[in-house]
């Protein structure tokens, strides 16, 4: 076999040299695709599904799209960790309208991050 400099694929020399084996970042991947409770922005709307108990953070102006047609019972408003249930009934889940996470027709929990 001969080796010329116009050859595509070179002959091995050696051995191949593994990358440098660092440890692994300790929030990685995690950190962009988890979410936390206490990550809701300021004016965020947070909808607590009963039915499939996804919760999900949307922007006011996403939230009046999902939010009507529906019946809204209560609504918690929340601040610094604590929130205040308002509303004609005081029940965990007082709206009754399509949840954003699984399409659903259910009883969900609205709560207004201040």
């Not at 694929?9 to 990358?19: I, N």
């Not at 300790?26 to 922005?41: V, Y």
């Not at 509303?87 to 009883?107: D, E, I, K, Y």
């Amino acid at each position: 076999m001969t080796v010329s400099k116009f050859d595509r694929v070179r002959p091995r020399t050696g051995a191949v040299e593994s990358p440098a084996v660092s440890t692994p970042d300790a929030e990685g991947k995690r950190a962009l695709f988890s979410s936390t409770d206490s990550g809701s922005p300021l004016g965020a709307i947070q909808i607590d599904c009963s039915r499939c108990g996804q919760v999900t953070a949307l922007t006011a102006t996403s939230a009046l799209r999902t939010a009507f047609p529906a019946l809204h019972l209560a609504v918690a408003v929340g601040w610094a960790g604590r929130e205040v249930v308002l509303g004609l009934l005081r029940r965990r889940h007082g709206s009754w309208m399509r949840c954003p996470a699984c399409g659903h027709l259910s009883w969900v929990r609205v709560t207004v991050r201040l």
